[in-house]
């Protein structure tokens, strides 16, 4: 699977931006999304997972109420809406894409998750 990730750069407090993974090679379908992003010296953390059929998302604490994730199936697509976003939201982001055995599955941790797109920057200013 390939993934690109598109969308980021620099935003206010306050404010919103929408990240987009497109995704080609294996049946779009047939697998779940999850974003995660990485700030300066820090681990990479989970933030938002969909399902194969966008039947069920999952967020961090931190991004709940605020982020938004979602899929386009038919686009080959996936979306991750924030907003009010805080300086502490500032990071690089990525999408990953699950393991195929498992697409009702959304793994929380890096090593869970099978392709990484290149990752998209965020920073945030206050």
């Known amino acids: 699977v390939q993934l690109v990730e598109s969308g980021g750069g620099l935003v206010q407090a306050g404010g919103s931006l929408r990240l987009s993974c497109a995704a080609s090679?294996?049946?779009?379908?047939?697998?779940?999304i999850a974003w995660f992003r990485q700030a300066p010296g820090k681990e990479r953390d989970f933030v938002a997972g969909?399902?194969?059929?966008?039947?069920?998302?999952y967020y961090a604490d931190s991004v709940k109420g605020r982020f938004t994730v979602s899929r386009d199936n038919a686009k080959n697509t996936a979306y991750l809406q924030m907003n009010n976003l805080e300086p502490e939201d500032t990071a690089v982001y990525y999408c990953?894409?699950?393991?195929?055995?498992?697409?009702?599955?959304?793994?929380?941790?890096?090593?869970?998750?099978?392709?990484w797109g290149q990752g998209t920057p965020v920073p945030v200013s206050s």
């Open positions: 990953a894409a699950g393991q195929p055995e498992i697409p009702t599955v959304v793994s929380r941790t890096p090593n869970g998750n099978d392709d």
């Open positions: 969909i399902t194969w059929d966008g039947g069920s998302t």
């Open positions: 090679g294996r049946a779009f379908s047939s697998y779940s």
